[in-house]
C-alpha cells in the first residue's frame, strides 16, 4: 500500500522529496555518534617515568601537567621541573643536557638565601633590624642614607638611586655594578649611590640592594676586616656550616667580587635538588629535615610579610598576594587566583623559580630559559600542577 488514496498527490511528493532531504543529515548524525572521542594525546614513557609513588593524585594528570613543561609551545627551555610532596620528590625531569647532577644558575633566586643570612645575623643579636647598616660612608654627619634601615634594605625601600633594568642597558645600575664601572668593589658602588627618594618611602627592584646586605654581612662576620679573600672565606664558610650543611645542599657555589663581597644578589649556582631544600627549609619555617631550627620561625614569618609599599614582596622573596588595587593578574610575578595567598617564591632572571605552598606542602622548582612572553605561559603550566593539591 502506497498511500491513502484521499492524499493528493502534490503533498505526497513534497512529503517523499523532505523525508529524502533529511536521510544525510541523518546519517551524518548516526557516523558522529559512533566515531570515538578524540582525548588529549597518550604521554611519552618519559612522560610517565617522571613520576614516583609519592605523587599524591592521579599519576597521570601530574605526568601530563609535567610534560606540558618540556613539550608545549611558547613557554621557553625548561631545563629541570622538580615537584616535592610533603618533603618528597613526586615527580623529577630534566631537559636534554641535564640532570640531577647540573649546577644550574640562581640568578635572583640567591637574593633569598642573602635574606636567610641576615636573618641569622640578626637572630645572634649581631644586627638589628630596625637599626642603621655598620656602612661608614653612610654615617657622617648629615648624610641622609643614614636614615636607611636594615628592614628596608630587605624589603627594596632603601630610596638609593638603583635602577635594575636601563635603556640601552649600560644605563641599568645592576649592569653597571655587575659588569662595568662598579665590577671590582660592587657594593662600594652601590652603596655611592645618592638617595633618590625617602628611605622607605617606596617598593623600588634592586640587584644593587641585595649586594650591600651581603657587604653588611661580611662587615659583622669578619669584624671590618676588608683582606677580600678572608671575606670570602668567612661568608662562605659561615653559610656552610649555618645553612648548607644542615640543609644537605651539597652542590652549592657561591661568587664573589674582587672586594671579596659575595654577590648575594644574583650569582649562585646548585643543582635543582639543593634549590628544591631551601623551598622545602623556608615552607618548614626555618627548620632542617631533622627538625633543627635554622633561622627563628618569626623571621620566617617576617620574610613572608608584604611590606606598606610592596603587596607581594617581603624580604627578598616574592609572595603570591592579590594586588591591593584592582586584583590584576596581568603583571603578578605569581598566581595569586590558583594558589593560597600563603604561597611564596624565589625568582630569578629568564624563568628561574622555586616556588612553595605550606598550606599544600608543595614545592616545585622549574629551571630553564624563558622571556618575559613565555614566562606567561609557563607560569600558567606551573599553576596547573599547584591545582591537582588540594589544601590541607
Known sequence: MIASTNTPPKTLLRTSIAAFAILPVLAASLAACSEPVVGPPPLSDEALAAITDNAATPKEDLARAVDELFSKEGLGETRALLVLNDGQIAAERYGAGYDADTRMISWSMAKTITAVMIGMLVADGRLKLDDSPPIALWQRPGDARGEITVRQLLQMRSGLRHTEAGDPPYESGEVRMLLLDGRDDMAKWAEEQPLEAEPGARFEYSSNTTVILADIAARVLTEDNDD???????????????????????????????????????????????????????????????????????????????????????????????????????????????????TFSLIGHMGQYVVSSPEQRVTVVRLGHSDAPQRRVMMSELADIFELYPVR
Not at 664558610?237 to 657555589?253: C, D, H, I, K, N
Not at 627578598?316 to 598576594?321: A, E, K, S, Y
Open 228 to 342: 677580600p679573600e678572608f671575606r670570602a672565606k668567612t661568608v662562605r664558610e659561615y653559610l656552610q656550616a649555618r645553612l648548607f650543611v644542615p640543609l644537605g645542599m651539597t652542590s652549592m657555589e657561591l661568587e664573589f667580587d674582587a672586594a671579596g663581597t659575595m654577590i648575594g644578589g644574583s650569582l649562585m649556582h646548585g643543582t635543582a635538588r639543593d634549590w628544591a631544600k631551601m623551598g622545602e627549609f623556608l615552607r618548614r619555617g626555618g627548620k632542617a629535615p631533622r627538625g633543627e631550627q635554622l633561622v627563628p620561625k618569626r623571621w620566617v614569618d617576617q620574610m613572608l610579610t608584604p611590606s606598606s609599599r610592596s603587596e607581594h614582596y617581603g624580604f627578598q622573596i616574592w609572595l603570591n598576594r592579590e594586588h591591593r588595587e584592582d586584583g590584576s593578574d596581568e603583571t603578578h610575578p605569581l598566581f595569586p587566583k590558583r594558589a593560597p595567598a600563603s
